[in-house]
């Protein structure tokens, strides 16, 4: 690969982060995260997952300290709700409130499903072209990080 598409890679990736910028804006004191989590959430209940912290940080990829305190943030707001499982008191399961599923509901639906219909033309296989693609950038990038950290 040449230098000129390094370059022409990188800038299509502040492009995309200028993309995630353009999201309509969330309700006062809802992070980003809180809409991915309740959609992990939401897609491993489909499978009949009862889903706890360390669900969500496995699918996620993120250390359960940081899902734990995301968490424990969600239910203090009312997004989600802890319930202890009935029959190993020291296991916790996760769900979705009402108020959570609104919030859900909300961006999911009604902003990514009219999304959806305007990226149309872009095929599913040049959609997961560029998922792989940034994935492995993204994976030889840390390798290099941590080679130059030490």
């Known amino acids: 690969m040449t230098n000129k598409k390094i370059k022409e890679m990188l800038d299509a990736c502040y492009q995309a982060k200028r993309i995630r910028e353009m999201l309509p ?26 889903v706890k912290v360390s669900d969500i940080s496995d699918e996620l990829n993120i250390p359960r300290p940081g899902v734990t305190r995301t968490v424990k943030e969600m239910e203090k707001k009312g997004y989600l709700r802890k319930i202890a499982s009935p029959d190993d008191g ?39 072209c560029m998922i792989r693609t940034i994935e492995k950038f993204y994976q030889i990038m840390c390798e290099r990080r941590n080679h130059y950290d030490k």
Do not use: C
């Not at 804006?25 to 009949?48: A, F, N, R, T, W």
């Open 90 to 128: 020291r296991v916790t399961y996760i769900s979705i409130t009402e108020e959570g599923w609104n919030l859900f509901r909300k961006y999911d639906k009604n902003y990514f499903g009219v999304l959806s219909v305007e990226l149309n033309d872009i095929s599913e296989e040049d959609a997961d």
């Open 25 to 50: 804006p969330l309700p006062q004191g809802v992070m980003p995260s809180y809409i991915q989590y309740l959609d992990v959430i939401q897609s491993l209940e489909k499978q009949d997952v009862h």
